[in-house]
Nanobody
Framework: VQLQASGGGLVQAGGSLRLSCATS????????MGWFRQAPGKEREFVAG????????YYSDSVKGRFTISRDNAKNTVYLEMNSLKPEDTAVYYC?????????????????????WGQGTLVTVSS
């Protein structure tokens, strides 16, 4: 099972980036997926989560209104559209997938609820 995150890079404050996470090895179309991030010297934090069919979405307060999570189950991919980026958004961004709660209507916002993790993609926002 692989989760391959991509799309990170260097962007100026106020700019935008779109992260993608392509999965392979098993299908996650019936499971929730999420994005987390970890800034230097800080703990990993939840960013956004989406349930299996996209009907339920949850964002952390720090990104609400600026980031949009979506998924395309036909492509086995989840996305994170990031707008109005701030220097404090600088971090390694990780995608994650659940593997135990089949077709849950509840979005997981705790890392312990996720079973599979990608390798991370670095987002750097300059001021």
């Amino acid at each position: 099972v692989q989760l391959q995150a991509s799309g990170g890079g260097l962007v100026q404050a106020g700019g935008s980036l779109r992260l993608s996470c392509a999965t392979s090895g098993r299908t996650f179309s019936n499971y929730g997926m999420g994005w987390f991030r970890q800034a230097p010297g800080k703990e990993r934090e939840f960013v956004a989560g989406i349930n299996w069919n996209g009907a339920k979405i949850y964002y952390s307060d720090s990104v609400k209104g600026r980031f949009t999570i979506s998924r395309d189950n036909a492509k086995n991919t989840v996305y994170l559209e990031m707008n109005s980026l701030k220097p404090e958004d600088t971090a390694v961004y990780y995608c994650a997938a659940e593997g135990r709660r089949w077709r849950s209507a509840v979005v997981a916002d705790n890392g312990l609820q996720y079973d599979y993790w990608g390798q991370g993609t670095l987002v750097t926002v300059s001021s």
